[in-house]
């Protein structure tokens, strides 16, 4: 028998927190997450599905965020569906109960990391990173940068001083370091 232990993106076991002066970057290894893509000829009834799970279709640039579920979009028809692990651990088989032959849905908990970013100098840090317009973006805006040449997804949440990363799980040790060096250069 293996003593098998889960640990977080970062390695541990219980997910990391870096608080400086005026930032907090906490790594959040509580979502689960799924794609929806819209099946050829079955885009009308997709987004029907996902209207009636979130309220509103996501558009390009935006996540709808809803309680429990939110989502984001990441391309035409496309979609990246969050909520929590506690609730949601089989997320994806729940979306597809839903969507029926509407969509593809497919387990994306295990392939992301996310770290939430909060304080009053989250927007310094996040300029340092990156090139999304921080200041401009309102809750519910969603871009997608590189941050120390990693593919990402900067997600503005409700409070004025926050906002969600999304990078690869694979390289959640490098985008840790590039946030944690951000924030001590602060």
Same mark, same amino acid.
């Given at each position: 028998?293996?003593?098998?232990?889960?640990?977080?993106?970062?390695?541990?076991?219980?997910?990391?927190?870096?608080?400086?002066?005026?930032?907090?970057?906490?790594?959040?290894?509580?979502?689960a997450l799924a794609s929806v893509a819209?099946?050829?000829?079955?885009?009308?009834?997709?987004?029907?599905?996902?209207?009636?799970?979130?309220?509103?279709?996501?558009?390009?640039?935006?996540?709808?965020?809803?309680?429990?579920?939110?989502?984001?979009? =990441?391309? !035409? +028809?496309?979609?990246? $569906?969050?909520? /929590? &692990?506690?609730?949601?651990?089989? @997320?994806?088989?729940? *979306?597809?109960?839903?969507?029926?032959?509407?969509?593809?849905?497919?387990?994306?908990?295990?392939?992301?990391?996310?770290?939430?970013?909060?304080?009053?100098?989250?927007?310094?840090?996040?300029?340092?990173?990156c090139a999304v317009p921080?200041?401009?973006?309102?809750?519910?805006?969603?871009?997608?940068?590189?941050?120390?040449?990693?593919?990402?997804?900067?997600?503005?949440? =409700?409070? !004025? +001083?926050?906002?969600? $990363?999304?990078? /690869? &799980?694979?390289?959640?040790?490098? @985008?840790?370091?590039? *946030?944690?060096?951000?924030?001590?250069?602060?």
């Amino acid at each position: 028998m293996h003593d098998l232990i889960p640990t977080t993106a970062l390695g541990v076991t219980s997910p990391r927190i870096d608080t400086f002066d005026h930032v907090t970057i906490a790594e959040n290894d509580g979502l689960a997450l799924a794609s929806v893509a819209a099946r050829l000829g079955q885009e009308t009834a997709c987004h029907a599905h996902l209207a009636a799970l979130l309220g509103a279709v996501p558009a390009p640039g935006k996540v709808v965020l809803h309680d429990p579920e939110a989502a984001f979009w =990441v391309g !035409p +028809d496309q979609w990246i $569906v969050g909520a /929590p &692990r506690e609730t949601h651990a089989d @997320l994806a088989a729940q *979306l597809k109960n839903r969507f029926g032959g509407t969509a593809s849905i497919t387990d994306q908990s295990g392939g992301w990391v996310a770290f939430d970013v909060t304080g009053t100098a989250m927007r310094d840090l996040c300029e340092r990173l990156c090139a999304v317009p921080i200041r401009r973006m309102q809750s519910g805006d969603a871009q997608r940068t590189l941050i120390h040449q990693i593919s990402c997804f900067v997600i503005k949440r =409700v409070d !004025p +001083d926050h906002i969600r $990363v999304l990078g /690869p &799980r694979a390289s959640a040790g490098s @985008l840790h370091h590039a *946030l944690i060096t951000a924030a001590a250069a602060l």
